[in-house]
C-alpha cells in the first residue's frame, strides 16, 4: 500500500513556474514508476509525465514537452513536477500516482493516487 500526498499547487500568471511535490508513505517508493496526470473541468483526466524507478528514464505528454519536468528523490520517498512557462491551459487539479508496471501514460497501469492539487494559471 502507498499513500500519496500532493503539494504545491497555486495561483500563478501566465508565463510563471511552479513545482509540485508529491510524498509517498511506505519503504518501497522505490520499486514504483510514479506519473503525474492531470484533469480539467469537464475533461478526462491527462497524462503530463511519468519516470522510472531510478529516475535515468521519463515521459512526458506532448502538450507539456519542453516546459515541464519530472524528477524523483527515492532518499526522501517524493517526485516533482517542475513547470515552467505555463499558460492558462495547464490548468487542473494535478494528481500523482504510483504504478508496479513500466513507464507508461495509461491512467489503468497506476495503482494508487493522490487526492491532487489544484494548479491555476492567469491570463
Known amino acids: 500500500q502507498v499513500q500519496l500526498v ?11 513556474s511552479l513545482r509540485l511535490s508529491c510524498a509517498a508513505s511506505g519503504r518501497t517508493f522505490s520499486s514504483y514508476v510514479m506519473g503525474w496526470f492531470r484533469q480539467a473541468p469537464g475533461k478526462e483526466r491527462e497524462f503530463v509525465a511519468a519516470i522510472s524507478r531510478s529516475g535515468g528514464s521519463t515521459y512526458y505528454g506532448d502538450s507539456v514537452k519542453g516546459r515541464f ?42 495503482d494508487y493516487w493522490g487526492q491532487g492539487t489544484q494548479v491555476t494559471v492567469s491570463s
Open 6 to 16: 500532493e503539494s504545491g499547487g497555486g495561483l500563478v500568471q501566465a508565463g510563471g
Open 69 to 110: 519536468t519530472i524528477s524523483r528523490d527515492n532518499a526522501k520517498n517524493t517526485v516533482y513536477l517542475q513547470m515552467n512557462s505555463l499558460k492558462p491551459e495547464d490548468t487542473a487539479v494535478y494528481y500523482c500516482a504510483a504504478g508496479a508496471g513500466g513507464v507508461t501514460n495509461l491512467r489503468y497501469r497506476y
